[in-house]
């Protein structure tokens, strides 16, 4: 018998958390629900509110088992609110109440801190759907269509996931922030979301691989610190929602490799050994790979960005409180209270890089994000590998960590991708060296044509090498409504 609550959908909000016996929290639900699906259709993808895409739902937290495909229209999708199940036991594992049974409900002390938390978290989730609205129209095939929009559902649930914490734990001021997440606008004006990455464009789909690849593996870093709460509801909500995430940078790892390996073979094809042959290259209809590296460069960064500050009180509190743990806190090997540990921070002062022992615990964030840039080095390694066999003389890098940042101890200074310190002057004259220029958004754009017939892809992309759930390759993932 499986230990694990299967999905109950006797309410409208599918549920492993007893829903429909909790009368209060089930219509606190069901009145934010109407807002929800209006804000899906003004703010999701745009134009697809009628097509059938072939989506996995989440229909248990058995991790042998845990989603069903289907053809599905989004709106009609079966956003739901599931937990991890509950570890029996299960203590605090960090911070001044280490080795306490973990929380069940909000303790008072740390209520305002645990609450900002989870709307910063639920924040992020519609952003991205925002920022990703149009890109449906652009597809360079079915199968990326599908794969953007199923995670475009999947951020639509993750903020539900945080909405049930929000409506749940936190009564009226709870309510109110569930609504305000439906408010806020990724690059609005007035109200923009609360974090800088997720003002920013999605302009192309080269931009929403790097994304998926880059910020959404901030975001697992983010869960995976939060898996580690004391909070045990939080807990066990980031626990699963991370199983879904895993998706998110798959689609951005395999998107990037297969726009690499296109423009290899198409350089291979036209007898161009040289990568910074641009001109020749983008007459092939594919995208360069110094320009790749452009927009690697400005997504790492924005995500490094996402961090915080190198050293933060804020991190310490949420640490010591128990509230956020560190990355596999529970694999670490100390005394999960940092009384007396150090940690290597890098500091920018007086126009020089300097790494200084800081205490462990103000250096939370600092230890998250060296976590994040060794988990974001594989893929690139996996990357460079693309080229290599394609005997192609280039290689892909992380630039430094000073490197265009807006956050933290490097914000505005003038260093280069190598970790060189340079004048402003240079710095700016030097930009689009670095960094996506206008001109190179605009060839980008140039290639950006959806392609609706199942089984073929635009000029700029490489097939993938499996289809989702074992589709052969011309199945069609999305059943467009006027085709
Ligand atoms: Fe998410
Ligand atoms: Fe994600």
Redesign the pocket.
Known sequence: MSQYIDVSYDTKIPNNVGLSSDRRVLKALEKWHPGYLDWWKGSGPDGFLEDLVYLRTAVSVDPKGWAKFGYVKMPEYRWGILLAPQVEGRVIPCGEHYGEPAWQEVPGEYRAMLRRLIVIQGDTEPA?VEQQRFLGKTAPSLYDMRNLFQ?NV??GR?LWAMVYLLQKYFGRDGREEADELLRRQSGSVDKPRMLGAFNEETPDWLSFFMF?YFT?RD?KMQLEALAQSGFDPLSRSCRFMLT??AH?MFVGETGVGRTIQRTCEAMNEAGISDPTDIDRIRALGVIDLPTIQKKLNLHYTLSLDLFGSEVSTNAANAFNAGIKGRYQEHKIDDDHRLLDATYPVSEFTDGKIVIKDAPALTAINMRLRDDYTRDAAGGVKRWNTIIRKAGIEFELKLPHEGFHRQIGTYAGAPITPEGEVISAGEWAARRDEWLPSKADGDFIASLMVQVREPGEYAGWIAPPRMGIDGKPGDFEYVKLHDA
């Open positions: 991205s995670v999947e951020e993750h998926t959404d975001g879904e995430e998110h």
